[in-house]
């Protein structure tokens, strides 16, 4: 579990160093490591790949001309599979600083290389290092790259959690520690957003709940929501711990688990025909294609949520691909419940299946935390 020391903040601040934390919260029984995340350095600079071709010595290494606005076109030699003509990418020229290695002019299969074509995860700013970053149009060329992303200095702390505890699965859980070892009340109360307020509920849609393994289950409707990239800020949070970034909407559902340790799930409302929703375990050999496309068979002791009696969720695991969010979603309906425990922990064992929701489910959720929760995760989809 990944806490970021900047998030942190939002709820109570430290005096002690990283070291110390480490030290300290190893002591309560909280084993982590911490890593420094430094600003992006001034020679990292926007760039254009202008020719992109295979290099004559190198079956999997291409060699480019890089425009960064200066006198001439920089020659860089690179291995990244998404490297291609005209795109806008981060340029680490000579001279550039990372945490444990320094850019110089080198010489890679007879091609003299001057500098670097940058990855997220070499950047700091993600893990992903599948490929090199590929840079919108709002990037301007030749401008440092720390103009546009304000990255900030924070230090990320790599917890090892034990099944017993749960309730440090997120930023507020952590927080809750931290106030321990600081003697002082942390700011917990920043999650207890204003109730929603309803202006005449036309809505028809049913709720019901056939098996006592889910004790409590709530929904909210947002309709007209426009699906996108997530804007920056929230790209970036993620990102920082190690989340991949989808849309805006499930980013949203994904900060507000990262942050209160409450999993959500969002459905496209217009995909739920039968306007009810039924909580139920799954008929024998009744099986379901989840969002990572793979069909799942099911057994009695698995908690579904039904589109009336069509799956579209395994309960506390994974949404189904017949009624996930895509570009097209309008209208969503957004899902924060309590189930059992025990339940959870079974149907990610028997499926296979271990996904950032089921951790958390398995481990315990606060049932006194899903209304709050749901409001947050509502008023952040509205705010972008």
């Avoid at 520690?177 to 028809?204: D, F, R, V, W």
């Avoid at 419940?337 to 499926?351: C, V």
Wanted: proline share 3%.
């Amino acid at each position: 579990m990944k806490i970021s020391r900047n998030w942190l903040n939002n709820y109570i601040v430290s005096n002690k160093t990283d070291d110390e934390l480490v030290d300290a919260f190893t002591q309560l029984g909280l084993e982590c490591t911490s890593t420094k995340i430094n600003p992006i350095d001034s020679n990292i600079v926007i760039g254009e790949v202008v020719n992109c071709v295979k290099h004559p010595n190198a079956d999997k290494l291409k060699v480019c001309d890089v425009d960064i606005n200066s006198d001439e076109l920089l020659t860089i030699v690179c291995g990244a599979p998404n490297v291609r003509d005209n795109i806008l990418v981060p340029v680490a020229k000579i001279g550039s600083k990372f945490d444990d290695f320094k850019i110089k002019k080198t010489k890679i299969r007879g091609i003299v290389s001057n500098g670097m074509i940058c990855s997220e995860k070499e950047l700091g700013l993600s893990d992903d290092h599948e490929g090199i970053m590929i840079l919108d149009d709002n990037f301007k060329k030749g401008h440092q790259l720390r103009e546009f992303l304000s990255v900030e200095e924070d230090s990320m702390f790599d917890f090892d959690i034990t099944p017993n505890r749960g309730d440090c699965l997120s930023h507020v859980g952590i927080a809750r520690e931290l106030s321990i070892l600081e003697g002082t009340k942390s700011k917990i109360k920043n999650y207890e957003y204003k109730a929603l307020k309803l202006e005449g509920n036309n809505e028809t849609l049913t709720i019901t709940i056939d098996n006592k393994k889910c004790l409590r289950y709530a929904a909210c409707i947002i309709r007209d929501v426009t699906v996108k990239d997530s804007p920056d800020w929230l790209k970036r949070k993620l990102e920082s711990i190690g989340q991949k970034s989808i849309n805006n909407i499930v980013d949203a559902a994904n900060f507000i688990l990262m942050d209160l340790g409450h999993p959500m799930h969002t459905f496209d409302f217009d995909k739920i025909k039968s306007n009810t929703v039924n909580v139920r375990t799954a008929k024998k050999n009744e099986t379901i294609i989840t969002l990572d496309n793979c069909k799942q068979k099911l057994n009695s002791d698995n908690l579904l949520i039904c589109d009336g009696n069509t799956p579209i969720a395994i309960a506390g695991v994974i949404g189904g691909i017949n009624s996930g969010v895509d570009e097209k979603t309008k209208n969503i309906l957004i899902e924060s419940a309590y189930f059992e425990p025990l339940n959870i922990r079974k149907t990610s064992k028997s499926l296979g299946l271990s996904t950032e929701a089921s951790r958390r489910f398995e481990r315990d959720t606060d049932i006194n935390m899903l209304i709050p929760a749901l409001n947050k995760l509502a008023f952040l989809i509205q705010d972008i």
